[in-house]
């Protein structure tokens, strides 16, 4: 069976779960759910981005020491 597939079964079928729970609640706490949600998603791709710039500016300082090293 496909991997994607089946990731993308369980995410569908996790998202119908919370939209599910979310209309049982009140309308403030759904709200506030979903801010908390969108702060959080927010804060999970800076993170990203800053992991990856911290990365290339990783592999950008390896591979100029290792031309250094090679011209003594």
Do not use: P
């Not at 919370?18 to 927010?42: A, D, I, P």
């Not at 290339?56 to 020491?65: A, I, Y």
């Amino acid at each position: 069976m496909n991997a994607s597939l089946v990731a993308g079964l369980i995410f569908w079928g996790t998202m119908a779960r919370v939209l599910s729970e979310l209309m049982t609640l009140s309308l403030e706490h759904t709200q506030q759910g979903l801010l908390w949600l969108c702060n959080g998603l927010w804060m999970g791709a800076a993170g990203m981005l800053i992991y990856a710039g911290y990365r290339r500016f990783r592999h950008d300082r390896t591979q100029d020491n290792k031309e250094a090293d090679h011209e003594h």
